[in-house]
Nanobody, 116 residues
Framework: QVQLVERGGGLVQPGGSLRLSCAAS?????????MNWYRQAPGKQREFVAA???????NYADSVKGRFTISRDNAKSTVYLQMNNLKPEDTAVYYC?????????WGQGTQVDVSS
């Protein structure tokens, strides 16, 4: 069973930056997982934010392209989400997801609030 723990959320002003991290444990094949970030704003469905494959190929939601960067450190079993130029509409709970075939694991989420 893979456990995922997100960190790095908080309150930031519009235009500010945050770096989220997601550390995986319970697996010795972290490098085999595609890692994803999702978010869920109040009253809305969970939505895809960014993904990084085992070959370090990345994909982003249109709403965050050019502002967010996903990266991974397989030696630390950790995936990161660097978020720059944050906007109020980025306010949400951010979730980490590890995917391998038909199996997926979720973290508990970390709250990001963008407000002046």
């Amino acid at each position: 069973q893979v456990q995922l723990v997100e960190r790095g959320g908080g309150l930031v002003q519009p235009g500010g930056s945050l770096r989220l991290s997601c550390a995986a444990s319970g697996t010795n094949i972290f490098s085999a997982y595609t890692m994803n970030w999702y978010r869920q704003a109040p009253g809305k469905q969970r939505e895809f934010v960014a993904a990084i494959t085992t070959r370090y190929s990345t994909n982003y939601a249109d709403s965050v392209k050019g502002r967010f960067t996903i990266s991974r450190d397989n030696a630390k079993s950790t995936v990161y989400l660097q978020m720059n130029n944050l906007k109020p509409e980025d306010t949400a709970v951010y979730y980490c997801n590890a995917a391998l075939g038909n199996v997926g694991y979720w973290g508990q989420g970390t709250q990001v609030d963008v407000s002046s």
